[in-house]
């Protein structure tokens, strides 16, 4: 028998919905979820944390609650990433042991851990956590193709895993770029080597080989599956369930789920997924096999095009594709998984725009000196020479990252004391968490977003494709844009201001004509300082965090005179000529773009 996990409530809408799926779409169908006897459902963690307070406006401690009491035969199961809990840092000893404690006492039962480096010592405190507060460790590998990631480094990892305390072990193909065969000698290896744990295999749909990868995974000997209810599958998220379960039926790997039962779940979500027609996106749901090519998953696919066509580049983009092989080679191969996929992506950028190494990111840096935990084969010395500078080995931590960290909870604790919130401890690990929009949230400003039903005009028209593209940056092409010009409705100016209601209360929609999103001509281009003598000029496109110089500073070739924000990181802008700063053209806050003044330097 192979038993299935089931996602519909996390993962699937992480990959497809953008993760808005809101609790009161959950609960109406929880008790027919009940009944089905899946191994665990998911329905906690990843982003779904942050995009509740961030967009929705809900409590997830709520969520896990309601959720838990909705469904009491199944373990809820939530996805964490190590010492990153829910958010997208290193948080320390203290934060971490706290979270899960609270994870567990609101009905979290099953904790899938990960890490993107698979640094054991950044799962050992987590999993430890969850074993003193009675829960279930699901301990995961990130799944990654290189000459180190062999069968063996699966196998002993694993087995290193099993010693840690885990109940249940899992392969986390985060990319969907397993192949049948590979799986098949992984979970083979796994069973030969007298593992006894349960197996879970993780997987997307993206290459297109996901339904044969478990098929041969049955034949190894898995015992769990990861599928989604058919609304959220396929695509850039998981197998079907119903599809899985029936071609199981009548083998040895027969589920013994009610498919009736499934099919009747599987209405009441194409509800659902068409309340979010607005974030439908027909490229989620192609197969994409060039990952099984360059192994660079879809979703660092779309954001390196997306950053490509930002910095004005979009020609390099075969070279950025070889450039990224490159650049993971020599960082030692991480899976390419958040952060490791941004940290080598935004690289292969900056190399290719910049020349080798010439550029190099706050974030590269920090991965090269083990900020983020051992990276998986050794960088060689020249690499980090080239990222670190000639005194390097000064540079490089040997100890488990948060080991540098000083304990956080009692400082976030009284921080939020001075502000008007209820004091819980579940509060207190939302502020610590994510300080500004956590507290934005826990002040009660935080607004829900708009459903497709709560559109002010329709879906296809221009101002719903600019108010989508604005609130989710993230989603490169929607699928509004498959309508046609000629038949798309509205008219050629269009208001900027909208009151939208939500559930009879209104909030205000504004859009901003500055993204170029707007119909053609309405475009409005920023007037930026002309070309002046001494100037120094961005050489990227982005956001201007800091200003480290002032008019009638005396400044050498080299030095740092300003921090941006690239392509969702920060890095650099330093001088290219000695002497005195005679203006400085841009402020804090300020967008800039690739060719802009900085300051004058004669
Ligand atoms: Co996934």
Partial sequence: MVQLHEMILRDAHQSMLATRMRTEDMLPIADKIDAVGFFSLEVWGGATFDVSIRYLNQDPWERIR??????PNTPMQMLERAMNTVAYWNFPDDVVKKFIYLAKKNGVDYFRIFDALNDLRNMKIPMKAVKENGGHVQACLSYTISPVHTVDYFVDKFKELGKIGADSLCIKDMAGMISPQRVYDIVKGI???GIKLPIDLHSHCTSGMTGMAYQRAAEAGIDVLDTAMSPISGGTAAPATESVVAAFKGTKWDTGYDLELLIEIRKYFLKVWDKYRHLHRFNALKVDPSVTLHQVPGGMLSNLIFQLEEQGAHDKYRDILDETARVREELGYPPLVTPTSQVVGVQAVMNVLHGRYKVVTKETKDYCRGMYGKPP?????????????????DEVIYCRPSDLLKPMWEKRKSELKEHDVKMTEENIMIYTLFPQVGL???KGQAKPEFTSDRLPLPIDHEFTRGMVKQSFPEIKQIWLETVPPEQRSGPAQIPTEFEVEVDGEPFEVKVNPTGGFLVAGAAVSQEKPKDVEGGVKSSMQGTILSIKVKKGDKIKEGDVIATIEAMKMEQEIKSDASGEVKDVFVA???????GDLIIQVL
Avoid: N, R, T, Y
């Fill in 191 to 193: 069973k030969d080597a």
């Fill in 588 to 594: 804090e806050g300020d967008s800039v773009a690739s």
């Fill in 66 to 71: 309601q959720l838990k009491k909705a469904m």
């Fill in 440 to 442: 934005k949230f826990l």
């Fill in 377 to 393: 084969a050794p960088i060689k010395p020249e690499i980090m020479k080239k990222v670190l500078g000639p005194k390097w080995k």
